[in-house]
Each structure stands twice: as C-alpha cells, then as structure tokens.
Antibody
Framework: EVQLVESGGGLVQPGGSLRLSCAASGFTFSTYWMSWVRQAPGKGLEWVANINPDGSEKYYLDSVKGRFTISRDNTKNSLYLQMNSLRIEDTAVYYC?????????WGQGTLVTVSS | EIVMTQSPATLSMSPGERATLSCRASQSVSNNLAWYQQKPGQAPRLLISGASTRANGIPARFSGSGSGTEFTLTISSLQSEDFAVYYCQQYDNWSPFTFGPGTKVVVK
C-alpha cells in the first residue's frame, strides 16, 4: 500500500524558513517522479514543484523559484521541500504526491502558516 | 501559463440525478487533463486522467470526455458520497501544471 506522510509544518514569521519532509513507503520510491502541491485555506489547489527519480531535474512554480528547493534522498525514501524567505501568501496545506504530472497518491498534508 | 476555468462554481443536485461539470483551458491541452475529487479535510482523489481514463478503483458512474480546450466530467447518478469539490488540472504544458478553481456539488 502506498503511503506518504508529511511532516515539518508549523507557524513561521514572514522571511523565515521551514523544511518539509515526506516519508514514502509501499512503492519503489527511487523510480518515480515526486511532487509538492499546496492549498491555501479555503482555496483551490496549486502545484508547487516536482523532481525526477534521480533528482537531476526539478521544476518550480514561478512564485517560489529562488525561494523553495525540492530534493530527495532515495536511500531514505524521502522527499523534501526547503522553503526560505517565506511570505504570508505561502500559507497553505502542503501535500506530497506521487508522480510528476498527475497524482494518484497524496499524503495527508502538513499546514504551513506564515504570520507575524 | 495555461489558465483553467470551471463552471458552474456551485452545482445543486439531488441524489440519483446526473451531474455535468465543465472545464475549459485557455489553450489546447490535447487530452492531458485530469479530474480530482476533494472532500472537506481530505487530500484530493484522482478520478480521471487522459481526459477520459478512470483511475484505479473509481466507479463507472464517473466519466470524462473532451479534448483540446473543452472538457466534461459526468456523474451518471449522484450518490451521497459524491457531494464534494471537483477540480480539473492540465498537464500538457510541463510547467506550471495548473488547476481550475473547482466546482462544488451540493445537495439541493
């Protein structure tokens, strides 16, 4: 059974940093693209970033380029999202999702709140 | 960026009725279109990819159609568990992938 478990969310001040993690199990993690998708409170879905199986290709939403970094550790079956220079508009539930373009499996999400 | 629009924003239906949800892309996405269902407090659930291919375990009452810029999700006979928000998503343009604003299906 595919399982994705996010962690690392919390309250952070504008300009601060946070690192999200996603622990994957139930599939061969090292052979799949992985993605982060977010959802602001009461709003719709927004793709944030994705990464290819060996970590050599990464794509980002324009508004997070230069601030967020997606990475993975295939030895630990883990996906990460390093978020720097956080803005109030980055407040959202962040979901880890399996695959690169459509997402049949999602984690439960971790809430990131950017507020002073 | 490809902009996705959905109509209507809210659809008031009764159980057993047929629901038709629309999605439009600002430029052609071929058949690179997916549909998701989301219930309150839950992660989205993939229903349809490739515009018309049901994901694993999705009931046959869900069907998708369309290509290019116009797409439709049809729920043939609404069940109580189908009242939710539905999002379309294009994945033709590699970056960024974009979602529509959603259609909320509510009980009449």
């Amino acid at each position: 059974e595919v399982q994705l478990v996010e962690s690392g969310g919390g309250l952070v001040q504008p300009g601060g940093s946070l690192r999200l993690s996603c622990a994957a199990s139930g599939f061969t993690f090292s052979t799949y693209w992985m993605s982060w998708v977010r959802q602001a409170p009461g709003k719709g879905l927004e793709w944030v970033a994705n990464i290819n199986p060996d970590g050599s290709e990464k794509y980002y939403l324009d508004s997070v380029k230069g601030r967020f970094t997606i990475s993975r550790d295939n030895t630990k079956n883990s996906l990460y999202l390093q978020m720097n220079s956080l803005r109030i508009e980055d407040t959202a539930v962040y979901y880890c999702a399996k695959d690169g373009r459509t997402w049949p499996y999602w984690g439960q999400g971790t809430l990131v709140t950017v507020s002073s | 960026e490809i902009v996705m629009t959905q109509s209507p924003a809210t659809l008031s239906m009764s159980p057993g009725e047929r629901a038709t949800l629309s999605c439009r892309a600002s430029q052609s996405v071929s058949n690179n279109l997916a549909w998701y269902q989301q219930k309150p407090g839950q992660a989205p659930r993939l229903l349809i990819s490739g515009a018309s291919t049901r994901a694993n375990g999705i009931p046959a009452r869900f069907s998708g159609s369309g290509s290019g810029t116009e797409f439709t999700l049809t729920i043939s006979s609404l069940q109580s568990e189908d009242f939710a928000v539905y999002y379309c998503q294009q994945y033709d343009n590699w970056s960024p992938f974009t979602f529509g604003p959603g259609t909320k299906v509510v009980v009449k």
